[in-house]
């Protein structure tokens, strides 16, 4: 069926897999159905973990791969030399156009790496961003680059903007939305090298809604939908993100013991404390797309369960439906035989 | 007196000058007998403040300084031109010999640049990196560097390193401080070019207790007690912290606020829960030290109040009597007619 949405599902990655993973695909099939799902991995125990369930059988097919790639192995000689691994199949999968999307809870760097060599990126895109959703007071905004493009350069970030920017409008929904360059400070003159670059070349992008620097502290309040940052960069404010949000809650759990009184309180406002540090915990808001590829691919976290799989799986039907790998290739794309693929 | 610690106060900096910064200098002499301030700035304005308030008459200067430098003006530009203002004036003080330190909590940009035009860098020391102590799980860690080094390099980050234990060893009293890389993997082969140059390096360093990387996640955790990067992740970090606490408080109070239970809860853990944000607040670890000049400069939060500039005056005392600028200059100085003094 041409409508269709064909994912390439890694069912051996993450933490909890393959259960988790192969519970991830039922659901997501149960509840969407122009999804369907290539489960990648030893078939054995994939066919074992579907026993049971209750499923459409035309939309989940076993897709054999015996080997395994970890998350400590180095990820360019993983995705080179296992070709039979979940993740290299699965991509292959994409690549001669048998799947649409590929979803993995697997190792980051393998992702990261494979995509570029088995997926390839379109004509005219330089780097393929990694961007997760991270919540703000006002939602969620994109915190574009979090993969692996640690030493950017101004071009590259320019197309993170418009890549985003892409994504924040036809996937999560907001109209024109706002882009911001990450900064020590407001002022157009403040920055490092990379960042005054880049600073007046973004102010000149007709087609992006660039509102200037943003500085870290803006960020949780909802700065801008777009942030824009090399991979370094975006990597400790993603992370910081992570360790500061559990440090505050095992801190004001600590606090509320300490008093009879708090004690309490505490357990009073347990559950609404509970459900507001839900709502700011970033692995809530889905896993993080890969941009500029020759296909989708959605990083899932790596302790994903079967809910977070089911998710991913689901943000690719609006991925696909809304064209965006179309949509950055119209912008961002250069004509056949120009721009490199490597 | 010899023993005495001299400190130059600009009365004139921050967002509750003079009031505040006054009344904390008058705190910090009633508190500590071997303490002398020079309240720095428009005399009368001064003078006025001083009414009515008890201290040793001895122990507080007024120096006059006519000019002002704004938190918006460029700040190369003003500490150049402006040299009667209360931050360049201060800052001789401490050149000639009149005062130990240099306490502002005016605009950090000026009192960047000025420290190093009229202060100068110890011979031999690189970079003068501006290093706040930010709260953790575990107490305190020394994040260096948060100043103007935006683009670092590896040389300059090993001097923070070695400067940075000095003063957690002999300031707050950590021994054999524990020393860590700002990165996105713990893996020696992770890393931004500057990040890549540097790790094999420190991981040389005798003087040093280096353990490694350190990814962003970690840092609320207390991963090291000195944190070492360059001034643009700094900046994103100790600015994230800010904003990430503030928004954590407002969201649980907004899901407090949103059932009956979660009020009645709130208002009874309201104290234990104050507390511990309290705790974790950045602005509560007193000012930040700039490291590897010819005298001290530390500098306080834009919104220091009277308690918050005692505090920072205090820091001097510590500073001053331990001889970290000695020690620093064993370390890392240059012998007379190497290194560079601008």
């Known amino acids: 069926m041409a409508d269709k949405v064909r994912v390439a599902l890694d069912a051996m990655g993450g933490d909890n897999a393959p259960g988790e993973i192969v519970k991830g695909a039922v659901l997501a099939v149960n509840e969407r159905e122009e999804l369907s799902v290539f489960l990648v991995g030893k078939e054995e125990l994939i066919r074992k973990e579907l026993e049971g369930q209750t499923y459409p059988k035309d939309r989940i097919t076993i897709v054999n791969a015996t080997e395994d790639i970890s998350c400590d192995e180095p990820p360019v000689y993983a995705v080179r030399k296992k070709r039979d691994s979940s993740i290299v199949v699965a991509m292959n999968l994409v690549h001669t156009g048998q799947a649409d999307a590929f979803v993995s809870a697997g190792s980051t760097g393998a992702v990261l790496v494979g995509a570029v060599i088995y997926i390839k990126r379109i004509r005219g895109v330089e780097r393929t961003p990694l961007a997760p959703l991270i919540p703000t007071e006002k939602g969620v905004s994109l915190l574009i680059d979090c993969g692996a493009n640690v030493d950017a350069k101004p071009s590259q970030l ?73 991979a370094f960069v975006g990597n400790v404010i993603l992370k910081l993100y992570e360790g500061l949000a559990s440090t505050l809650v095992s801190k004001i759990k600590e606090g509320m013991m300490s008093t009879t009184r708090g004690k309490i309180g505490g357990a009073l406002a347990k559950p609404a404390l509970k459900k507001t540090l839900k709502q700011f915990d970033a692995s809530e808001h889905g896993g993080a797309p890969m941009l500029g590829l020759n296909g989708l691919v959605v990083k899932s976290h790596g302790n994903s369960n079967a809910k977070e799989i089911k998710n991913s799986l689901i943000q690719c039907i609006t991925f696909v439906s809304q064209d965006i790998e179309g949509k950055i290739r119209e912008k961002l794309g250069a004509s056949a035989g120009e721009g490199d693929e490597n």
Chains 1, 2 share one sequence.
Do not use: W
């Open 158 to 230: 320019l197309q993170f903007a418009r890549m985003g920017s892409i994504y924040m409008e036809n996937v999560v929904g907001i109209k024109n939305p706002t882009v911001g360059l990450v900064n020590v400070g407001v002022e157009e003159e403040k920055g490092n090298a990379l960042v005054k670059d880049t600073y007046p070349l973004m102010k000149e992008m007709k087609d992006i809604n660039f509102v200037g620097s943003v500085e870290a502290r803006e960020i949780p309040h909802g700065a801008a939908d777009v942030i824009v940052c090399d």
